[in-house]
């Protein structure tokens, strides 16, 4: 049966990210959405007896194999996408907005964790708890905000090298604030936590400033190669105690770029997002129940987060870009574009439940956020920068980046 789970998983990717893009949505989203469907809150609802024999226990334990191939591989190409020589320098304007849109919606999530702790009824530690919805909070979706810019026609605009810029640092700090989310959840005492935190910087400043050396001299390091490294940074960070994320990411970061970087990505995408990212996708909607948000009460709870989440990160980009000369349109459209947190929320969200920070309601309620944010992007950007209808050609000239301050 795990061939039939797998073929489900695929076809109904498939047609979930056609369908998105017929709605001028990233392909991803519709691929998470016929993720959920395929679970509990739909499939599973109509169909209980058919849903237990394409998903009984044994499968979804291998499905899950899959699926965290999947994130390991996906974040490594995430990492891949990054190039750290390309932040330097980027401008009082990037810093402004990074910090901003880190700090405001990390501090928002930190503050209504404890009402949204008890609301839901988790057992979790609420400090571990905090951080990490202050992280969910924090986060944009790199890969999913490359994708919106392009389709929009922002990416070789300013607006498109600030917010990618901007991501950028964002993400490489939410990574860091994961890592220490997850020690605080999994080690037992401070003095682990401080362990934890440092084995990982240790791990970082080598993988940075050794690993990164190595690889550059090699002329073109073969697949085997960067596949064997990927899953050992992987496992190093596993057995540290953060996640196995983490040393994919670090991992993909100092891959050199140009030809190697692109054959990698070549060959490494198709397989990833055509097979592996569907199963992800299938076990982060078994995970996903819908039906679990049973009450009114519980609905407020997530109406509240997705107001919180959307708020804290749209104002506060919008807020920093205003002030550092960008016109209010435009300003609302950093905001706006920011604010999405696609699949690398969903990475970070599935990780939370692994370690037991926050429990299956939690998940849910985030994982509305995360589509919610997503998928109002564009037409929020749109709308600020008087862009017409999905497929018209707006004027950007106003938008084109500058030689200097990006």
């Known amino acids: 049966m795990v061939l039939a789970a797998l073929t489900l998983a695929v076809f109904a990717a498939w047609v979930g990210g056609f369908i998105a893009i017929r709605l001028h949505q990233p392909r991803v989203i519709g691929e998470l959405v016929a993720g959920l469907?395929?679970?509990?809150?739909?499939?599973?609802?109509?169909?209980?007896?058919?849903?237990?024999?394409?998903?009984?226990?044994?499968?979804?334990?291998?499905?899950?194999?899959?699926?965290?191939?999947?994130?390991?591989?996906?974040?490594?190409?995430?990492?891949?996408?990054?190039?750290?020589?390309e932040l330097r320098g980027q401008g009082s304007r990037t810093a402004a907005v990074s910090v901003a849109s880190i700090i405001v919606p990390f501090t928002l999530g930190v503050l209504v964790a404890p009402w949204v702790h008890g609301q839901v009824g988790e057992r979790s530690d609420l400090r571990s708890y905090a951080v990490f919805i202050g992280v969910a909070m924090a986060i944009t979706a790199f890969p999913v905000l490359v994708r919106i810019l392009d389709s929009l026609g922002?990416?070789?605009?300013?607006?498109?090298?600030?917010?990618?810029?901007?991501?950028?640092?964002?993400?490489?700090?939410?990574?860091?604030?994961?890592?220490?989310?997850?020690?605080?959840?999994?080690?037992?005492?401070?003095?682990?936590?401080?362990?934890?935190?440092?084995?990982t910087?240790?791990?970082?400043?080598?993988?940075?400033?050794?690993?990164?050396?190595?690889?550059?001299?090699?002329?073109?390091?073969?697949?085997?190669?960067?596949?064997?490294g990927t899953l050992l940074a992987a496992w190093i960070t596993e057995r540290i105690g953060v996640s196995v994320i983490l040393g994919a990411f670090l991992f993909g970061l100092v891959v050199p770029r140009g030809p190697i970087a692109e054959s990698v990505d070549r060959a490494l995408r198709p397989v990833t997002t055509t097979v592996l990212l569907p199963v992800f996708f299938v076990t982060v909607g078994l995970a996903t129940q819908v039906g679990s948000l049973d009450t009114v009460q519980l609905w407020l709870v997530a109406v509240v987060v997705v107001g919180v989440a959307a708020v804290g990160k749209i104002l506060a980009g919008a807020g920093a870009a205003r002030a550092t000369g960008e016109s209010l349109g435009s300003a609302l459209a950093v905001g706006s574009l920011l604010n999405a947190r696609g699949?690398?929320?969903?990475?970070?969200?599935?990780?939370?439940?692994?370690?037991?920070?926050?429990?299956?309601?939690?998940?849910?309620?985030?994982?509305?956020?995360?589509?919610?944010?997503?998928?109002?992007?564009?037409?929020?950007?749109?709308?600020?920068?008087?862009?017409?209808?999905?497929?018209?050609?707006?004027?950007?000239s106003g938008l084109v980046t500058p030689s200097a301050d990006r």
């Open 154 to 199: 922002l990416t070789h605009t300013r607006i498109g090298a600030l917010v990618v810029a901007c991501a950028g640092i964002g993400d490489v700090v939410a990574w860091i604030l994961l890592a220490v989310a997850v020690a605080m959840a999994t080690a037992g005492s401070a003095l682990d936590v401080v362990r934890t935190v440092v084995l």
């Open 343 to 396: 699949l690398t929320e969903i990475v970070i969200l599935t990780i939370g439940l692994e370690v037991a920070v926050i429990g299956p309601t939690t998940f849910t309620i985030m994982v509305l956020m995360a589509i919610v944010t997503t998928v109002t992007a564009g037409p929020l950007v749109r709308r600020f920068l008087g862009l017409g209808p999905p497929g018209s050609s707006g004027d950007r």
């Open 37 to 85: 469907l395929l679970g509990p809150t739909l499939f599973g609802a109509v169909a209980p007896k058919a849903f237990d024999v394409i998903f009984p226990a044994d499968v979804v334990g291998s499905l899950a194999v899959v699926a965290e191939l999947g994130l390991v591989f996906f974040v490594f190409l995430v990492g891949l996408e990054f190039d750290l020589d």
């Open 201 to 228: 910087a240790v791990f970082a400043v080598v993988v940075l400033t050794v690993v990164r050396p190595v690889l550059a001299r090699f002329e073109r390091p073969g697949l085997p190669v960067i596949v064997v």
